[in-house]
């Protein structure tokens, strides 16, 4: 990650989180502490969101 830390912007029940970086970028982390950078908040948590209902793994 290239990018500071900025703002935790949520996290769930489930352990997972969303962190806003610089430029519209969010750093997204599921519950075993897999994470990646994605851009645009929305599609920060439509990913957390399907991830937690998929029960999956980030890839």
């Known amino acids: 990650m290239t990018s500071h830390l900025f ?15 610089e430029n519209g970028h969010y750093w997204i982390c599921d519950r075993n502490h897999v994470c990646k950078e994605v ?18 793994v980030m890839s």
């Open 39 to 56: 851009i645009g908040l929305w599609e920060a948590e439509e990913f957390i969101r399907e991830q937690e209902r998929n029960q999956g």
């Open 7 to 21: 703002q935790r912007i949520a996290e769930t029940p489930a352990g997972s989180t969303i962190d806003a970086l």
